[in-house]
């Protein structure tokens, strides 16, 4: 995803040193970029640049020389925009590919981000263009403070045009609205998630954890493929998996935060299961006699999903996706024993 900000949520914001603005950086952890547009780069270096005639007009009138301070143009002050954005991780997206008959009938119609008049809107009509450009790779969050996109969401007739593009368009009014409604509840999951990996919080500690995970095996047990999976002979007949007696190691762990406020789950772990298995001999006429029954020592890796509480408090559901032997275990033991 791409995160576009519009010319006015930066304000006089030269470093890009806002904090909410730079809590919306410090989290791309969250898997998002930040970027400006062209047109915003032209419009917040000219800002950039008026702010700066205003200072150096005062430092005249104390005496100081202001050409150590003031950009001789405006390609010096886009110079500096464009490494101060740099410097924070902010893109800067290339203008859209749009015809000029698009942009004309937009403004003759009056269609936002026109004005209904048709007399303003250009350069917004290049940002929303922008946007559109860049929603057909990608999903894309545009944040725009004033009413030029509508009042809160996208206005309905800019949401119309989103249906014909690949990705989803999101508009927020304001870094705090993105951050609030966006990265806070993500973070909350990205938080728990490194909590879990850097062992500062034991998922798989919990009884209940444990008591789920051995009924999954328990039920794994009916459909497996004990020579596949278990690495067990082609005559084994898979019995059961022995339940767990300690917690499985954490190999890798993802969150996600769901709609209803809990935690949606997908771990790695890695484990030694007992298995017991019957031994058939063939009898010919696809008729096998059990022979014997053994046990085998296995490491395995388990796939597990869990739907859990927030703080972990409890778990709502738990499945195994895949149990598998380790790739580089030897061959599992068997203590035969005849039946």
Not at 123 to 152: H, M, P, Y
Request: hydrophobic share 40%; net charge negative.
């Amino acid at each position: 995803m791409i995160v576009i900000l519009d010319t006015n949520v930066l304000h006089n914001d030269y470093l890009f040193k806002q904090a909410s603005l730079q809590a919306i950086i410090r989290e791309r952890i969250l898997g998002y970029r930040v970027a400006i547009s062209t047109v915003t780069l032209f419009e917040h270096a000219s800002h950039y640049l008026k702010d700066r005639k205003e200072a150096a007009s005062m430092l005249r009138r104390l005496g100081v020389d202001e050409r150590a301070v003031l950009p001789v143009d405006d390609n010096d002050a886009r110079a500096i925009i464009c490494k101060n954005s740099e410097a924070a991780g902010i893109e800067i997206l290339p203008l859209p590919a749009v015809a000029h008959e698009i942009l004309i009938d937009r403004a003759i119609r009056g269609r936002r981000p026109f004005t209904q008049d048709g007399k303003q809107g250009y350069r917004d009509a290049l940002i929303w263009e922008t946007v559109k450009a860049n929603a057909t790779s990608e999903d894309v969050t545009l944040i725009a403070q004033d009413n030029d996109f509508g009042k809160k969401d996208l206005s309905p007739e800019l949401r119309e045009e989103t249906n014909a593009l690949t990705h989803s368009v999101t508009r927020y009014k304001g870094y705090d609205q993105f951050l609030k409604e966006f990265v806070a509840p993500k973070l909350k999951a990205s938080k728990l998630e490194n909590e879990l990996k850097n062992g500062k919080r034991q998922l798989s500690t919990t009884a209940e954890f444990l008591r789920l995970l051995n009924l999954e095996l328990e039920l794994y047990s009916f459909g497996a493929s004990p020579n596949k999976e278990l690495g067990l002979p082609n005559n084994a007949h898979l019995v059961r998996i022995e339940p767990l007696n300690r917690p499985p190691e954490l190999v890798d762990v993802s969150a996600r935060l769901l709609g209803d406020g809990d935690v949606l789950l997908r771990l790695t772990l890695s484990t030694r299961v007992d298995v017991l298995a019957e031994y058939r001999v063939y009898m010919g006429e696809d008729y096998f006699e059990p022979d014997y029954e053994g046990y085998g020592d296995i490491p395995v890796t388990l796939d597990v999903t869990a739907i859990t509480a927030s703080d972990l408090t409890s778990i709502n559901s738990l499945s195994i996706e895949r149990v598998e032997q380790n790739e580089d275990a030897d061959e599992p033991p068997h203590e035969h024993g005849r039946l």
